[in-house]
């Protein structure tokens, strides 16, 4: 079997494998877009575990790529979905009560809202 | 009745099969251990990259991409041989050491120098140039 038969064997099982590939490479792109999250990220100025929140999806990702072409495959899937209910979790506590300043659509305030923002009930005369 | 068709080759057609034949070409009937070995070294690298971009200086001189792939090269390149290195300290043996390691090289690009510096130290004494 000489090189182009065995690189021609190779595709024929890249084919074959198509979905896992096509995983593969979206869990790719996945890790980078991450990674060029935490480039953004400062220390001391973005949360710790606001980086180990994005930390803990890339690994997950990064490790179902390497799962897939490993003896354990199967359990590929299972590491992207540890990534995700890890990076879920860690964000509990923002979602907890209402969701987060700006992920919710603007609407008028009411006045006690309003009263609030101006100190409450004491800062009438 | 007809006959039973005659059962095909055993074919393994799973991607650790098709990783395990590209491996093969490089290290041969023994590839399995090494790709084991450095797909840990692989995760660590990984690990240890996200922890670097993390801690290291926003106006830094070596653009993220740069550092990215010097990370690469320096991880797969001198895992192997400071895990060897500093086999047995803490009850690990070196395969123990390999994420561990290639995770260090990865985070610490600051550091680099430092362990540069050292290393000349050390060969300038192996040598007999520096007393």
């Known amino acids: 079997m000489n090189a182009e038969q065995v690189l021609a064997a190779l595709w024929s099982i890249a084919l074959y494998h198509l979905p896992v590939v096509i995983n593969v490479a979206v869990a790719g792109i996945v890790c980078v877009v991450l990674g060029c999250r935490v480039a953004k990220m400062m220390r001391g100025v973005t949360e710790l575990s606001v980086f180990v929140q994005h930390a803990v999806l890339a690994i997950g990702m990064f490790g179902s790529i390497l799962l897939s072409f490993s003896h354990h495959s199967e359990w590929a899937a299972a590491a992207i979905s540890a990534g995700v209910l890890l990076f879920l979790l860690m964000s509990l506590k923002r979602w907890r009560l209402a969701p987060p300043a700006g992920t919710n659509r603007p609407h008028p305030l009411d006045p006690s809202d309003l009263q609030h923002a101006v ?7 | 009745m007809a006959a039973p068709p ?37 995760l660590g690298w990984f690990a ?63 550091k680099w120098r430092q362990g540069f510096d050292k290393l000349v130290d050390v060969w300038q004494a192996v040598r007999g140039v520096k007393q």
């Open chain 2, 6 to 42: 005659p059962q095909g080759p055993d074919l393994d057609l799973s991607l650790w099969a098709a990783a395990l034949t590209v491996a093969g070409f490089y290290w041969g009937p023994r590839a399995a251990q090494f790709i084991s070995a450095y797909a840990l070294i692989l």
């Open chain 2, 48 to 110: 240890g990259v996200l922890i670097g971009l993390y801690r290291r200086d926003v106006d830094s001189r070596m653009p993220t991409a740069v550092y990215v792939i010097v990370s690469l090269i320096g991880s797969v390149s001198f895992t192997v041989p400071f895990a060897m290195a500093l086999d047995g300290t803490a009850g690990f043996g070196y395969t123990g050491l390999l994420l561990p390691v290639s995770l260090a090289i990865a985070a610490l690009p600051d």
């Open chain 1, 119 to 125: 100190g409450g009930t004491r800062s009438k005369p």
